[in-house]
Structure formats: structure tokens, C-alpha cells
């Protein structure tokens, strides 16, 4: 990782998930990080260009976004101001400011839809296929961030498939199941754990790797193009559940909660350019993931 060292490194979007592991991550390899969360508002074109005239990155990971596809169906105005108008700001800033700065935008593997069950996972051409008002922002963004690649920008477009670890919300799959665990572990919920569709089928990855992906992928010797990040192998979210059970104390009863269930869906991602470019591969797999998740609530449970 000597491509980071003394690099000046603006990552948004900080505080969230990924950016909580990759912000360590980027000072161990001896980048200069500037984090940035809910101090800047990156919908607000104006402040996003001042930030990028005054500190004058090297590169940036942009990874500010509402990432809930649930909560994008409540609200999906909210959902378009950060995910797509966000980017739009960065771009047009960089392009104003400091066209020369790499710029990782990490979209998301949603924007393919879903698959038939035993397709072939999906790679870089694959069509767009967005289903929801999150995948729909995530969709824009990318293409926006296509046509700045066009015109010079060095702009990484970035499709992650589904990842997990420690910190990760109680919205997504992984964490809702670990959670719920946890609880009936320590006595403070009935024995009954709520899910949805179980027989969907994602592609998991374990944080870390994801990580690893996005450090990667700011070596500028990388050509800027866009990378799936995913590890080819389809998980469908009864094993998720399965795992995370044999790993607790806790013996309860499933029962589907109509509130949480969702269409069956096939998503899986192929990642042989990433591999390629970077030399990138897996490096954990997801018993490592879901137990780290169930680590993290056993000691929020108890802080």
C-alpha cells in the first residue's frame, strides 16, 4: 500500500459503516485522512466545491449516502438529495477545482436488479436494472459519474455487493438477525426472532474485504473504470440466518414478519476485473463477517 503513503485522502461519509473501518485503515498505510460526516452537507453544491478548493486531495472515497432500500421507500426525495444530487456536487466540484483527484464513487451491486436463480452472476456490462428508489439514486450517480469519466476525470465507479461487520446497522439482514439474538441471549426479548424472505439470495462479503477493495483501487496506476466488488458465490439469507443461530446461545423460534418480507430475489456479482487490476481477492469468509456482527451487539449489549 505504498500508493497511500503521505497521500491526501478525503473520505465522506466517515462516520457510517465502512467509513468507521476504512478510515484506520487508510492511517495504518500512512495516508493523510480528512474524514468528513455529518460536518458537511454534501448536498449543498457550494460547500462541497469550497471544501474541495481548500484541501485539494489526492484522491477521495465518497462515501456519503442514505443506504437503506427500505427507508428509501419512505422517503425517496431524501434518498435522491444525498445519493444523487451528493455526487453530482463532487463531481462538478472536482471537475471546477481539482480535475487531476482520483475519485472513488461507490455505487452499489442493487443497481442490477435481481437474477433469475442459477444465472450467471452479473459483471461490469451487465444492464441496469435499479427496483427501488435507493437503487434508482445509486443507478444515476454511477452513470453521472460515467459521463465525468468521459470528459477526462479520473473516476472510479465502484459496485459493491452486499457486505457486513462489525458497526453495521440493525437495518440490513446480517445485523437485524444478530441483534434480535443478542437480545433473547441476554433475557431481554421473548425467544421469538422476526424475519423476512429467507429464501432470497445475496452475494456476502466481510467488511474488511470490501476495505481492502477500496485501498486497492486508489493506486493510481489502477486504469479509472468500473469494478464490482463481490465474491461470485451466492448466500441466500436462511444459511445468514442458520450461521448466526449455531454461533448464539439462543434457541428461537422464526416466525415471518409481514413488515420485513420482500420478493424473493437472486443477486450475485463476478469480480475478475477488480481481480485483475488490483489483485484483489476475498480474504474472509462469511462465518467471519456474521460473527464479527454478532461480536459488535454482544459488546454494544453490555457498554
Known sequence: MEHLRDRRIWVTGAGGFVGRHLVPALEQAGAQVTPTDDDLDIRDAALVAASLQRL???????LAARSSVAS????????????????????TGLAQHCPATRILLVGSGVVYGSAEPGSAPFDESAPLRPDSPYAWTKA?????G????ARGLAVVRVRPFNHT???????????????????????????????GNL??????????????????????????????????RGTC????????????????????????HRPTDVAVGRAARLAAATGWKPRHDVRHALQAVLNHWRAASTA
Open 56 to 62: 485539494q486531495p489526492h484522491a477521495i472515497v465518497h
Open 72 to 91: 428509501s421507500l419512505q422517503d425517496a426525495r431524501g434518498v435522491y438529495e444525498v445519493n444523487f444530487l451528493g455526487a453530482r456536487a463532487l463531481l
Open 140 to 144: 444515476c450517480a454511477d452513470l453521472l
Open 146 to 149: 460515467g459521463s465525468y469519466a
Open 165 to 195: 461487520g462489525a458497526g453495521q446497522s440493525d437495518s440490513f439482514i446480517a445485523s437485524a438477525f444478530a441483534h434480535q439474538l443478542v437480545e433473547i441471549e441476554a433475557g431481554r426479548h421473548e425467544p421469538v426472532l422476526r424475519v
Open 199 to 232: 429464501d432470497s439470495v445475496r452475494d456476502f462479503l466481510a467488511v474488511e474485504d470490501v476495505v481492502d477493495a477500496y485501498l486497492r483501487l486508489l493506486d493510481p496506476r489502477v486504469q479509472p473504470d468500473v469494478y464490482n466488488v463481490a465474491s461470485g
Open 237 to 260: 439469507a436462511r444459511e445468514i440466518l442458520d450461521r448466526l443461530v449455531e454461533a448464539s446461545s439462543a434457541s428461537p423460534r422464526i416466525e415471518v414478519d409481514p413488515e420485513r
